[in-house]
């Protein structure tokens, strides 16, 4: 299907002499929506030619890797394994679909009870274990565990997913000056990065705290380095850290999805849609400015939105 590039139009882009739209990366799929399907683009091929049968993932408790991760399993006919952060996690209660009511509270997880749904054997970790899941060690005790596998790292970001994600600017088809998404990992960022072009510059909304070091994260991962200032990783809209919220995001996403019918979830759509009105207000972009947000997708963590992570 085409993904629909959509225009904001509510009062506030309105009077601000900056033209906002939003890439619905949303749309792509059901379940492996967003970027997602493009960091899983190219593993799932590479995958396949490895004559692999199993995928094996990381992801904490609302992970939209690990619900992507999953659906793509049962659809691409892969086997999956999902390595979940916290040991507490195995009394969450995966038999049953909740009530409105239920949702978010101890001892219901909806991420997790569709990655069961789709197939996904989850193995439960502790934090201080989950930290070492990277090294060598790890890895090769889980291949002792599991057997074979392919493996996927925490977020789905690899060189891999890095050309999927380079791919995502294509689906603009307008002149632009600023393109936006929200950063975990940095690797849908850095893919945005190697496409721009030269009078083009990217702007990463943090979704962690204390992230600094995303910066040269992302730079690393970059395919093709332009040369600075083509991508900026803004750390002010992280409200409180990884999955966390305030009633001023939740009333600004609650306001923004009636104006514009464009629903954002409070990991990281919302803290990134929130970050360019307040930019938008404070003069950052210069007057007929284009810019893109890049919708992620993500909306299967909205069901956990008035629950903290």
């Given at each position: ?99 409105p009511k239920e949702r978010g509270t101890k001892g219901t997880n909806h991420t997790l009870r569709f990655a069961t ?155 990134m849609m929130f970050g360019i009105y307040d930019l938008i207000k404070g003069n950052h972009f210069l007057k007929n ?21």
């Open positions: 299907m085409k993904i629909p590039l959509q225009k904001i139009s509510d009062p506030v882009i309105a009077a601000s002499g900056i033209d906002l739209f939003v890439l619905r990366l949303d749309m792509t799929h059901p379940h492996i929506s967003g970027n997602k399907w493009y960091k899983l683009k190219y593993n799932l091929k590479e995958a396949k030619r490895q004559k692999k049968e199993t995928l094996l993932t990381f992801g904490g408790a609302y992970s939209n890797h690990i619900a992507a991760a999953a659906s793509a399993g049962r659809e691409f006919g892969f086997k999956t394994i999902g390595i979940i952060r916290g040991e507490e996690l195995r009394t969450a209660d995966l038999t049953h679909n909740p009530s749904d789709c197939g996904m054997q989850l193995h439960f970790v502790s934090r201080e274990e989950y930290r070492k899941k990277d090294s060598a060690e790890s890895i090769d005790s889980l291949r002792k565990q599991f057997g074979d596998f392919y493996l996927l790292p925490e977020g789905g970001t690899n060189d891999l997913a890095i050309k999927g994600c380079a791919e995502i600017l294509a689906l603009a088809e307008i002149p632009f000056d600023f393109v936006c998404c929200p950063v975990g990992t940095g690797g849908t960022l850095a893919g945005v990065i190697s496409s721009l072009k030269e009078d083009q510059k990217a702007l990463g909304f943090s979704v962690l705290k204390g992230a600094e070091f995303l910066e040269q994260k992302v730079q690393k991962l970059i395919i093709s380095p332009l040369p600075p200032p083509a991508g900026d990783i803004v750390m002010q809209y992280h409200f409180g850290g990884y999955g966390k919220h305030t009633p001023q995001l939740l009333k600004f996403i609650e306001d923004f999805e009636k104006q514009n019918n464009i629903s954002l979830e409070h990991v990281y759509t919302g803290k400015s284009t810019v893109i947000a890049i919708h992620t997708g993500g909306l299967q963590g909205k069901l956990h939105q008035h629950s903290p992570v």
